[in-house]
């Protein structure tokens, strides 16, 4: 089998122009022969374990690029790859691109509905999946599509099917081995990948992303982290998502060695394995946290006492020296008492962190296998607690900004300048921009806007869908975030809330509140919802209740409903119901249970969690609704702040 062309170059741990590569699979075959002999992936969990050098994995990659040619695909195909994490979907990822298709991506446990609107909206022509299951959980709708083969990445034998063409990864790999491959000249500009997102009406939209969108986080990142051959990386978030999907390309394009787990192994892998960098979104790191204050709980009462009194004083240590360092969020430019208040707290509480890291946090990091250099969180912000938590005990987090349409980083907080609460600085070429979000004009440096970005992370499109990508993208090439966020002196970007609906969980999962917020107002003891749960573990809600509804069910009860509005009438009453009571509130988590479930697509983050009855409307009088009727999201937001906040609490 031939080999692509690749720049002759030895084993080195330089860093290498990644400018000048023309695609993701001539990376890879610079990789193979720069690290040729380091290990490129592990998995302990599958059966049986897989490891695999640099070489031997750039090898697979071709062996499958070759065989997918031999089936029949051409450039420019486009390629469903419905598969997670595992060295097969790496594989099958860059033999896709080696072969010169472009893969659509999903993972394997997606809704089938979802699956098959990809398969149709890409165009898809062949499919791979993770197994066999996958494969048959698209039913006969599958046979509706323009698919000419389907790749299995297990070892099943499949069935005959009389329609399509079957085969298992050995016998692609198998056939792949006899073809010559074809050589290419893929170039930058070239369509890479569809990488399907939601829009605001539900559906996914495929986010066209290049060959040089994707190395421009390449190159990017590894000009604020330099990861070294042979460093350890450890792999737990969904391949499939962008976030993951570009660090990978990353780290393997510096020959790094990486691991996967998942959320059953993931605290025995930290500690066995020893990553130096692991990327992950705020809820892992919450869970880590919360692990540790459990063995803290479980102590005897004095040494619980000891460890509340270091962790204390660690907190007085490391706000101090954000004060001296310019890294409080709150007081970035302090003044002469700041400091000097500051630099009197460092030396005492200093002491005491030594001491507590010697005894405490050392322990900590050693839970983590004591060898981190790096954590990097996305897909939502970190809780405060969790930042200082983390800085205590010196496990470092470098947190970051983006979307899939930009591929997904433009922003991230540095080594030296790790300003917590914010979102970090630009990668290099990406320009960033705050505006007026109505009249698109600059706005003052440190005041709050739309963020719009344009650099060459951004997306080519929406593919088929023009008029979601003129709409994104204006004819300057600003990408419009739907973000808003302001800008600090030293070019730091924080977002401070979303001028789009799209809520973000902690574990990065993307909820659209208004399907399941329509589907909920199919009740008929709901008036009006709005989500709420940015950056929390679940969905929350504020709820307008239909009080006409809720009378005739109380009084079906035996009782009189009592809200502010209807005190008098129901003065005397011996049996009354307030909007508060636990009869009406159960009833309303009764109905939210049921419509969700019952919605079509349904995903377990759809769930609702906390939620409040409000007895004023949202109506356009006060402000709470748009002149079309659309509800005033930051608005409610700003009215409700407080209820939100103890909604979570």
């Known amino acids: 089998m031939s080999r692509s062309s690749a720049p002759s170059m030895t084993q080195s741990s330089q860093p290498f122009d990644y400018n000048a590569v023309p695609s993701i699979p001539a990376m890879w075959a610079i990789s193979a022969q720069r690290f040729s002999t380091i290990v490129a992936v592990q998995d302990f969990h599958s059966v049986p374990p897989v490891t695999l050098t640099y070489t031997a994995l750039h090898q697979q990659m071709q062996e499958f690029a070759a065989g997918l040619q031999a089936l029949g695909v051409k450039v420019g195909d486009r390629i469903g790859l419905f598969s997670d994490n595992s060295p097969r979907w790496l594989i099958a990822d860059q033999g896709i691109m080696t072969a010169g298709a472009v893969n659509a991506v999903r993972g394997s446990q997606a809704d089938t509905d979802e699956l098959l609107f990809i398969l149709e909206n890409s165009g898809a022509t062949f499919l791979v999946a993770e197994d066999y299951a996958t494969f048959k959980k698209l039913g006969d709708r599958l046979y509706d599509l323009p698919i000419q083969a389907i790749v299995l990445l297990s070892d099943e034998t499949p069935d005959e099917d009389e329609r399509l063409k079957i085969l298992n990864f050995p016998q692609l790999l198998e056939l792949g081995i006899g ?55 450890l792999s737990i978030l969904p391949v499939w998502h962008c976030y993951e999907r570009t660090f990978e390309y990353f780290i393997f394009g510096h020959g790094a060695t990486q691991a996967y787990t998942n959320i059953r192994h993931v605290k025995k892998d930290l500690k066995d394995f020893k990553p130096h960098y692991m990327v992950a979104v705020p809820r892992l790191w919450e869970s880590i946290c919360e692990g540790v204050q459990k063995q803290f709980r479980d102590q005897p009462a004095k040494k619980q006492k000891l460890v509340q009194f270091f962790l204390q004083a660690s907190d007085r240590f490391i706000r101090a020296r954000r004060t001296l360092q310019g890294l409080d969020l709150e007081n970035l430019n302090p003044s002469t008492l700041d400091r000097v208040t500051a630099l009197i707290q460092i030396v005492p509480f200093g002491i005491l962190h030594a001491l507590g890291d010697r005894l405490v946090y050392k322990k900590i990091r050693d839970g983590v296998g004591g060898e981190v250099k790096y954590f990097v969180s996305g897909g939502g912000s970190i809780a405060e607690h969790l930042e200082d938590f983390f800085e205590i005990v010196s496990l470092e987090i470098l ?22 609460g914010a979102d970090g600085q630009s990668l290099v070429q990406t320009e960033t921009r705050i505006v007026n979000p109505e009249t698109r004009q600059p706005v003052a440096m440190g005041q709050q806007g739309l963020v719009l970005l344009r650099g060459p992370q951004v997306m080519q499109g929406y593919y088929q869908n023009p008029k979601a990508t003129q709409k994104a993208i204006d004819a300057e090439g600003w990408f419009d975030t739907g973000d808003l966020g302001w800008m600090s002196d030293q070019g730091d970007l924080i977002i401070s809330g979303r001028a789009k609906d799209t809520i973000v969980l902690t574990n990065g999962e993307n909820i659209e509140p208004q399907p399941i917020e329509d589907a909920c107002l199919r009740s008929a003891y709901l008036d009006q919802m709005m989500l709420v749960g940015q950056d929390q573990k679940v969905l929350g809600a504020l709820i307008v209740p239909n009080i006409d509804a809720l009378e005739k069910w109380a009084a079906a009860q035996g009782y009189t409903l009592q809200t502010a509005d209807l005190e008098s009438k129901s003065q005397g009453s011996e049996k009354l119901l307030t909007l508060d009571s636990k009869l009406v509130q159960d009833l309303i988590r009764q109905e939210l249970n049921r419509e969700v479930k019952n919605r079509p697509g349904f995903r377990p983050d759809d769930r609702i969690g906390p939620f409040r009855l409000i007895s004023e409307p949202f109506a356009i009088d006060n402000g709470l609704l748009t002149q079309t009727l659309k509800i005033r999201r930051n608005v409610v937001m700003d009215r409700y702040q407080g209820m939100i906040n103890e909604m979570f609490v």
């Open 179 to 233: 073809q010559t491959l074809l050589p290419l000249s893929t170039q930058r500009d070239d369509l890479a990948t569809l990488m399907y997102t939601s829009g605001t009406s539900g559906k996914p939209k495929g986010v066209m992303l290049s060959h040089g969108n994707l190395l421009s986080q390449v190159d990017g990142a590894g000009r604020v982290v330099r990861v070294q051959p042979r460093e350890r990386v």
């Open 399 to 420: 947190g970051g900004y983006g979307l899939t349409e930009t591929s997904p980083i433009t922003h991230v907080r540095r080594p030296n300048r790790n300003l917590r």
